[in-house]
């Protein structure tokens, strides 16, 4: 036994152990190969935004004061049950020491300060993660239905960059247009003399003079991505530039999440009468590559099966991809003509049969 310690476990004994406790934890976080900055990501992936670094700086942050509370808070329950035990030589009943009003007002301050903190960087964060700033080098609608994505570019430069020629694609709304009320309520009342009825209702939707299927609100391109069950849709943006997403649903609530820009916002039918705020921008992506997506917003039977890809290339080749497509190609075939894979690399399109992935399909059940 080493000198210091004694076998009743005295506090000497307790140090020894709470410095092995230590190691260990260090020594796990050594062993796993994981590299400081992912320790402090704490299992969030590497963001690819500023606006991304931001929140996990913040996270991270975040996920220490919550750990040194959770530890305070859990060395606290384990020293009273560990030291307060009733012993031998104990009164029938402990102490009594309810009501410690110095303690109270202690233990009510410090938790406010502490999220008093954590309330200011979260302002400070938010601001930047929410700000609109004009002209960013591509806007894109993307509209989301059951169950998968349409992107449309509302607007480029004509570099890919921040500051170049804008250049408009956005092209007319092919559905559901408001039909024309005066028009109906005048051929009603036309009838109504016609045939000396009293009672007229006058034409109108439900839905403050609106119909429900009235699509008005969604955008549509002469550049537009589309998905399928076969194919995932790919988003193609430049890296370095500022980029507007524009977000609104054909049906139910989904929601548009990117992972590595560690931002999701929901995708609401008619967002404006939602209230919803449905633009966000990123500042930039500050490195190529492929960015899976998710719909993050319980939205139906398929839910699961609403991945798309970002595509992160060069200004350069952004503006030779959207040369292609105005040219005639389509998607994969634009993809391809600038060197980039013409499929999703992140995801892949998800088996569309319904036991597909149960272990004891019957062949031919499907
Ligand atoms: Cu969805």
Known sequence: MAPGSNAHGGPASWRKRLVVAAGLVVGMFAMSGCSA????????????TPEAREM?????????????????????TFWTITFHRKKA??????????????????YTAVPFLII??????????????????????????VTAFQWNWRFAYREITENGKD???????????????????????????????ETGEIEHQPERGPNHGRFQE???????????????????????????????FVLASADVVHSFYVPQF??????????????????FQITEIERDGDFVGRCAEMCGDYHSMMNFEIRAVSPEKFTQYIKARQGGKDNASALES???SPVSTSTAPFDTRRTGRTASTVEGAN
Do not use: C
Request: glycine share 6%; no cysteine.
């Open 89 to 106: 030589d104990s009164p029938d009943f402990p102490r009594q020491t309810a009501y410690n009003v110095p303690l109270e007002l202690l």
């Open 214 to 244: 009235i699509r008005d609100y969604l955008k549509f391109s002469t550049v537009e991505v589309q998905g399928s069950s076969a194919e995932i849709p790919v988003l193609v943006l430049p890296t370095g530039a500022r980029i507007e």
């Open 116 to 141: 008093a903190v954590l309330f200011y960087f979260t302002v400070i964060v938010q601001t930047k993660v929410e700000k609109l700033e004009d002209n960013p080098a591509v806007t894109v609608d």
């Open 163 to 193: 500051g170049g020629t804008p250049i408009k694609l956005e092209r007319p709304n092919p559905y559901g247009q408001q039909p024309d009320l005066k028009k109906l309520n005048e051929e009603a009342a036309k009838e109504k003399a």
């Open 56 to 76: 996990t700086n913040l996270w991270s942050w975040s996920v220490v004061a919550a750990l040194a509370m959770g530890v305070l808070v859990w060395a606290l």
């Open 37 to 48: 900055d992912e320790v402090m990501r704490f299992g969030w992936p590497e963001g690819v």
């Open 338 to 340: 600038i060197g980039e």
């Open 262 to 279: 560690a931002f999701k916002r929901d995708v609401m039918p008619n967002p404006k009468e939602n209230h919803s705020q449905n633009r």
